[in-house]
Nanobody, 115 residues
Framework: QVQLVESGGGLVQPGGSLRLSCAASGYLFSIYGMRWYRQAPGKQREAVAGITSGGSTNYADSVKGRFTISRENAKNTVYLQMNSLKPEDTAVYYC?????????WGQGTQVTVSS
């Protein structure tokens, strides 16, 4: 079955960096696009970044120039490099993949930006 497992979250000071990873299994990872979402307390889940099977990327305006999404098909893994983090980036981050018309989500990883 399809599984997505995030890792790499934690507590970081403003201006710091984190790299999130999402390991996928149970399907042919390389032919599907992937997305990162986040959900802050009391707010709706929002899309942060996406990457196609061919490597094209897109970003939410709030993270452009600070976050970079990438993928390593040999490891069935998608990454989110987050630089210049701000307190407003605090959220649970989820990876997402749509396989055969079904959306799959990981369990999420907490990112807290605070001094």
């Amino acid at each position: 079955q399809v599984q997505l497992v995030e890792s790499g979250g934690g507590l970081v000071q403003p201006g710091g960096s984190l790299r999130l990873s999402c390991a996928a299994s149970g399907y042919l990872f390389s032919i599907y696009g992937m997305r990162w979402y986040r959900q802050a307390p009391g707010k709706q889940r929002e899309a942060v970044a996406g990457i196609t099977s061919g490597g094209s990327t897109n970003y939410a305006d709030s993270v452009k120039g600070r976050f970079t999404i990438s993928r390593e098909n040999a490891k069935n893994t998608v990454y989110l490099q987050m630089n210049s983090l701000k307190p407003e980036d605090t959220a649970v981050y989820y990876c997402n993949g749509v396989v055969g018309g079904t959306a799959y989500w990981g369990q999420g990883t907490q990112v807290t930006v605070s001094s």
